[in-house]
């Protein structure tokens, strides 16, 4: 296979989604995410974008721009939608919005909390156009408490869910996660809503609202922790080396030139490790007799296989354990990205822009009967009035959408 998957090659799968339309009044990441699974399944995504701003503020997020109103950041989050660029503060906006609604299966916003109801974009207010459109609303906190009103982003989430307290080293500060997981999730979960509703209403003809928030979402993140928590008021504090909160060795161990991760879930692999280790003998010593007595010693544990693991490279163990137990080594961007396995896999595929033949972006990962799933750029702004409002005038100056 060759470096990258070619998004629209022969072998290209096929689209499930086909003849779903879905209107999305989105920006940033949450909603963005989920609509590009559904674009790239092969429904038709409609970037419903503000005139007034260049459209979706990430078009225009630096530090790659790809011509005057796209970059790198926004393409990532976009492949297969189109867009037309509409002031649904005017008359002629909303009109040309209500044209697309009527025709619809679903609408999809990550405003505000309070905004959808103010701007008429719940299924209360377009049913009179569409019954059974599907109206999926992402916000902040939600749209039925005293935060409605909120703006609110991922790291705030992180942090104020909890789950900054849980991540990184004991002794230093709250930690976010490296990219925004919480906007993706919620993006996700948001989509597995609507695609329910939207079977719903085949068989009902009447839509609904469906409401996800990212701090929802991020507090579900806490799972069993919470948990534990909420059933027996057990606080979990951050483990050292990024390790498991109850089982171990599940952590990282520094080699010769780096790091691994190992995750002995279970006996069986807890006694691999130590087979391919050449340790045996841990078998027998007492401290080590069970998992918990594993996680309870934890420090002693984690001495007696560092000495082991610095005795040889990462390429060294990788191969010796690999077939045994779950380990990985612990790449940087470059390593992650550039590996072989990474190319084989076509996880990467070229996706031809207008400003770059070449564009390079994660394939999507899901496949369909073996075969990746088609990718292309999502349109420049307001690309596809014409195709889908006909003659209708082009959008107005100002105003905004969100």
């Known amino acids: ?108 916003d990550n405003l505000r909390g309070d905004v959808p109801g103010k701007l008429g974009l719940d299924h209360a207010s377009l049913a009179h156009l569409n019954p059974a459109i599907v109206c999926l609303h992402i916000s902040a906190y939600g749209r039925d408490n005293e935060r409605a009103a909120r703006p609110g982003y991922d790291y705030l989430m992180q942090a104020e869910a909890g789950l900054m307290s849980l991540t990184g080293e004991p002794e230093g500060p709250p930690t976010r996660y490296a990219t925004s997981t919480i906007d993706y999730m919620t993006g996700m979960t948001g989509v597995v809503g609507l695609l329910a509703c939207l079977m719903e209403a085949r068989r009902t003809g009447k839509g609904r609202d469906v409401d996800v928030s990212l701090f929802e979402v991020a507090l579900h993140q806490l799972n069993y922790v919470a948990t534990w928590y909420l059933n027996e008021h057990h606080v979990t504090s951050r483990a050292a080396r990024s390790a498991h909160f109850s089982l171990g060795p599940v952590q990282t161990y520094p080699t010769a030139d780096g790091w691994v991760y190992v995750m002995c879930m279970t006996e069986k692999f807890w006694k691999a490790l130590l087979e391919g280790l050449g340790r045996r003998d841990l078998e027998t010593d007492a401290r080590f007799a069970t998992a918990e007595l594993r996680e309870r010693n934890r420090v002693a544990l984690t001495a007696c296989l560092d000495t082991v693991f610095r005795a040889h490279p990462t390429r060294h163990w990788i191969g010796r354990l690999s077939e045994r137990l779950p380990i990985a080594p612990v790449n940087d961007l470059a390593g992650a990205l550039d590996s072989e396995f990474v190319r084989r896999t076509g996880a990467v595929a070229r996706v031809a822009h207008a400003h770059r033949e070449d564009l390079r972006l994660l394939a999507n990962p899901i496949r369909l009967d073996g075969v990746r799933l088609e990718q292309r750029a999502c349109s420049p702004l307001d690309a596809d009035r014409d195709k889908l409002l006909g003659d209708s005038a082009g959008p107005a100056a100002g105003g905004s959408s969100s």
Request: net charge negative; with cysteine.
């Open 1 to 108: 296979m060759s470096e990258c998957a070619r998004a629209g090659g022969p072998a290209a799968a096929p689209k499930p989604l086909s003849g779903i339309r879905i209107l999305a009044l989105e920006q940033f990441a949450s909603a963005p995410y989920g609509s590009m699974f559904l674009a790239d399944l092969g429904a038709e995504v409609i970037k419903i974008e503000n005139p007034a701003t260049g459209g979706d503020p990430a078009r225009h997020a630096g530090p790659y721009a790809l011509g005057a109103h796209d970059s790198e950041y926004f393409q990532g989050w976009n492949t297969n939608k189109l867009s037309v660029a509409l002031d649904l503060a005017t008359e002629r906006g909303r009109g040309d919005f209500e044209r697309l609604v009527r025709s619809a299966d679903a609408l999809i």
